[in-house]
């Protein structure tokens, strides 16, 4: 019978079946971050047990460090950042802590570091470790206990995910990126369309992206409700995953990570590349977004009565009227950064628009580099000019930052921000934060504008 690329990622890791039904699988690599791992090293010291394979592990901070400073913004997180490398100090695991020239954001560091190539499993306490399907590997996040029993055993007990197949084909329209791709997926598919499937996206509109362009794709395909997310492996993602400081250890040469022409899949979606406009969230879900020279949603009369309230109540919280136009939205600050849109290609992106503008008056605009070698990059190019002198706060050190509030970057009650994170809920960014979610070049151009603006208008001025 032909196989899925999910599939044969969960075949090529399964140790054996369990009695219940369930499965052991084996974890080629675990990553850990100073917020979900405290508990699971807590409960190896109860249970008097050590890890089994230390150099399958990876610890970073990432997500309550502040981005100002290497010093930690408060006693809390700095317990949290010491406590994770006292026990890897303990363990011998890996961990890139502050000051490290290769610490930042989990999801952004390890591909940098060639940690990830076609086929791995890999783990990790974070929703949004399907990023790595970008590179035709299995990623996905898990709970604190499951942490605990990777680490004494490197396995995981797993029940197979059904699977679904969205397909993009066509050319993009200018203006449109990888991110606005995937708020389409999350559009059509809905936020919760994606519960118990493993998503694999194909098309050509898929196999144009670059990399980064994938990663960004997989990463939110946890917003559909999604545990696993997939892209083929191709030569794209050979050559990222080549030439790494640990890739060739890690890489599975001995099968075609992707789906055999004729697999089924269980639900398939399909949409066209060329309907896709830019992008901009208007609601408290992913899946509430409109083109941006779109109209805030209307309530009509044969809205089902749950719809009809989930739309009031988001457009009450996000203070928006009905059919108020997208342009009009005023905003008050502006953030780059996030595992979703933090790296190298996404900082290029948002300066092409910056050169030579100003970010309006009233804007507070923050940009933090996803990594410190992303950081370094950027500065080499001088990406960090193009941000400050058009009015932006470059921030000297990385991390999750304004994207989830965990640290000292958090937005004011009633705050709107133009934002290239991967989440909109209420107080996602803040207590009482409004979150727009778009590009980041749309973020940069909402900045210029003060509201939420067309990149289109700009680039057609530069040309």
């Keep these: 019978m032909s196989r899925t690329l999910y599939d044969k990622l969960v075949d090529a890791h399964k140790v054996c079946d369990l009695p219940d039904g369930d499965?052991?699988?084996?974890?080629?690599?675990?990553?850990?971050?100073?917020?979900?791992?405290?508990?699971?090293?807590?409960?190896?010291?109860?249970?008097?047990?050590?890890?089994?394979?230390?150099?399958?592990?990876?610890?970073?901070?990432?997500?309550?460090?502040?981005?100002?400073?290497?010093?930690?913004?408060?006693?809390?997180?700095?317990?949290?950042?010491?406590?994770?490398e006292a026990n890897c100090v303990k363990h011998g695991i890996a961990f890139y802590g502050l000051g490290d020239r290769r610490q930042g954001i989990e999801h952004v560091v390890v591909p940098e570091q060639g940690l990830v190539a076609p086929g791995m499993l890999i783990a990790c306490g974070d929703s949004h470790t399907t990023t790595y399907g970008a590179f035709g590997a299995l990623g996905f996040g898990i709970g604190t206990s499951e942490v605990e029993h990777v680490l004494a055993t490197q396995t995981l007990r797993y029940k197979r995910l059904?699977?679904?197949?969205?397909?993009?084909?066509?050319?993009?329209?200018?203006?449109?990126?990888?991110?606005?791709?995937?708020?389409?997926?999350?559009?059509?598919?809905?936020?919760?369309?994606?519960?118990?499937?493993?998503?694999?996206?194909a098309g050509s509109a898929i196999r144009a992206q670059d990399l980064?362009?994938?990663?960004?794709?997989?990463?939110?395909?946890?917003?559909?409700?999604?545990?696993?997310?997939?892209?083929?492996?191709?030569?794209?993602?050979?050559?990222?995953?080549?030439?790494?400081?640990?890739?060739?250890?890690?890489?599975?040469?001995?099968?075609?990570?992707?789906?055999?022409?004729?697999?089924?899949?269980?639900?398939?979606?399909?949409?066209?590349?060329?309907?896709?406009?830019?992008?901009?969230?208007?609601?408290?879900?992913?899946?509430?977004?409109?083109?941006?020279?779109?109209?805030?949603?209307?309530?009509?009369?044969?809205?089902?009565?749950?719809?009809?309230a989930a739309l009031i109540r988001a457009l009450d919280y996000m203070g928006l009227e009905q059919g108020q136009p997208a342009r009009s939205i005023q905003i008050d600050s502006a953030f780059i950064g996030s595992c979703t849109n933090s790296r190298i290609e996404d900082l290029r992106a948002a300066a092409d628009i910056l050169r030579g503008r100003k970010v309006a008056d009233g804007v507070d605009a923050i940009v933090v580099p996803g990594s410190a070698l992303t950081r370094v990059q950027a500065e080499a190019e001088g990406l960090d000019r193009v941000f400050v002198e058009a009015g932006f706060d470059w921030r000297p050190e990385s991390g999750c930052s304004m994207c989830l509030a965990m640290n000292d970057d958090i937005a004011r009650d009633g705050e709107r921000i133009a934002s290239s994170t991967n989440r909109n809920f209420e107080g996602r960014q803040g207590r009482g934060a409004r979150t727009h979610l778009m590009s980041p070049a749309m973020v940069a151009a909402s900045a210029i504008a003060g509201r939420l603006a067309d990149v289109r208008d700009l680039q057609r001025e530069t040309e």
């Design 23 to 84: 499965m052991l699988i084996y974890v080629d690599f675990h990553i850990m971050n100073e917020y979900t791992s405290p508990q699971a090293f807590s409960g190896l010291d109860t249970k008097d047990l050590t890890v089994w394979r230390p150099e399958a592990h990876l610890a970073v901070v990432d997500h309550v460090n502040a981005t100002r400073s290497q010093e930690p913004h408060d006693q809390a997180s700095k317990l949290l950042i010491d406590n994770l």
């Design 162 to 201: 059904k699977t679904m197949l969205v397909e993009v084909d066509g050319h993009l329209p200018p203006g449109a990126t990888a991110k606005d791709i995937i708020m389409k997926i999350v559009q059509v598919v809905g936020a919760g369309g994606a519960n118990g499937y493993a998503v694999e996206f």
């Design 212 to 308: 980064p362009g994938r990663m960004t794709i997989c990463n939110m395909a946890v917003e559909l409700g999604g545990r696993a997310a997939l892209i083929a492996a191709d030569e794209k993602a050979l050559k990222a995953a080549a030439g790494r400081a640990h890739s060739d250890m890690l890489r599975y040469d001995n099968e075609d990570w992707a789906s055999e022409p004729d697999a089924e899949f269980d639900k398939v979606f399909q949409i066209d590349a060329a309907e896709i406009a830019p992008l901009v969230s208007w609601g408290t879900s992913p899946d509430q977004s409109i083109p941006i020279d779109g109209e805030v949603p209307s309530v009509t009369p044969e809205m089902p009565p749950k719809t009809k």
